[in-house]
């Protein structure tokens, strides 16, 4: 059967990239009109009228993180929510869902994190994240990418000290995801362990302030994670400059 792919989250950062990596002849990305997620009867008839075979869920709500403390209702209802309609839309129409959650969904007390290690995110983002993680994991048909990811180029004009995570750009992960497809069950994208002032100070073209962890509100130690799975992809596929 030849893929028929939808991508949610047209207008996200991330999309801008995916946009020129996805192939556009059976590829076709929207926004919260043409697909609202909140509505199920909506996503359900999107799905079925225009035969889709893969469905990838990038839609949601992520940043700033405080809005998920300042807005919990918000957050359950796009994140856990919205996902679980994409889900039960996606059992009844046979297509397969890939899912973005985040790395930050460990515990991040220790680092090197796998696919298979116990979850208990620090942060209410992580929460809602892990929220529709939840019935991802119930449909089989599904694969659950835990990004690590960044801007790129890094916009940020401050880093933090003192906290290590595995950030790659979101730019180099768009190049991975058409080969993503065939995928299931949990994968970890994202780099190298660094401590995140030195990747920002190395990866950015302007001055980087430094801000010590100890005055950042629930934000992981050590969030960084095993991408063995992931270069192995990278490697079976012979992509190039994918990790920094």
């Given amino acids: 059967m030849k893929k028929k792919i939808l991508v949610n989250g047209k207008t996200s950062r991330f999309c801008k990239y995916l946009i020129k990596e996805m192939d556009s002849k059976i590829t076709t990305f929207v926004n ?62 046979k297509v397969k869902l890939i899912y973005f959650s985040t790395s930050y969904v460990y515990p991040g007390s220790k680092g090197n994190y796998s696919e298979y290690d116990d979850l208990n995110p620090i942060n209410n983002y992580a929460w809602s994240k892990l929220g529709g993680e939840a019935s991802v994991k119930m449909y089989k048909n599904s694969l659950i990418l835990r990004l690590c990811v960044t801007d790129y180029p890094f916009v940020h004009k401050s880093a933090i000290s003192g906290a290590f995570s595995s950030f790659v ?38 001055k980087i302030k430094k801000i ?30 994918i990790i920094l």
């Fill in 169 to 206: 750009y979101n730019k180099l992960v768009a190049k991975v995801i058409p080969y993503l497809l065939d995928e299931k069950g949990v994968l970890n994208i994202g780099g190298k362990k660094r401590e995140i002032f030195k990747f920002a100070k190395k990866f950015s073209d302007k």
């Fill in 32 to 93: 919260k009109k043409d697909f609202n997620i909140l509505n199920y009867k909506l996503v359900n008839k999107y799905l079925k009228n225009n035969k889709i075979t893969h469905l990838i869920h990038i839609a949601g709500l992520s940043r700033p993180m405080s809005i998920h403390d300042e807005d919990i209702e918000k957050s359950i209802n796009l994140n856990i929510i919205g996902t679980a309609n994409i889900v039960k839309a996606c059992i009844k129409n």
């Fill in 212 to 241: 010590p962890l100890s005055k950042v509100k629930n934000f992981p130690k050590d969030s960084s994670i095993n991408i063995k799975k992931f270069l192995k992809i990278i490697k079976k596929n012979k992509l190039k400059k």
